[in-house]
């Protein structure tokens, strides 16, 4: 994690920078999971019907600063019920050595058509 951008994102939360924060995993998450998804023109998401639904976060232990995660993220699960879709993004964070740090579940639901 480079100690700059952590302590530029911990600075605007009013953290005092001398961990990383939890939340700081979301921007990694969002870079390897959902900005893909987006971009996935095979999944067509309309993205202007798309709310975020729910995030769930499990460290194993704190991210460190100055640590380099591996960031692996795969579509869990898409299903649709009452006419709305519902995709889950499942994404691993591993250490150097191979262990995962943090895996992180978002959900997000398309809404169907008017």
Do not use: C
């Amino acid at each position: 994690m480079d100690e700059d951008h952590v302590a530029r994102f911990a600075a605007s939360v009013g953290d005092d920078g001398s961990s990383v924060p939890p939340t700081f995993v979301t921007a990694p998450e969002m870079v390897a999971g959902l900005v893909q998804v987006i971009a996935d023109t095979e999944l067509g998401l309309d993205f202007a019907r798309v709310v975020h639904g729910e995030q769930e976060y499990e460290w194993s232990r704190p991210v460190r600063l100055g640590e380099t995660l591996e960031v692996r993220s795969t579509i869990e699960s898409i299903r649709a019920k009452g006419g709305h879709e519902f995709l889950t993004i499942r994404t691993r964070m591993l250490g150097e050595d191979g262990v995962e740090v943090v895996s992180a579940r978002s959900s997000l639901i398309v809404r169907g058509g008017a």
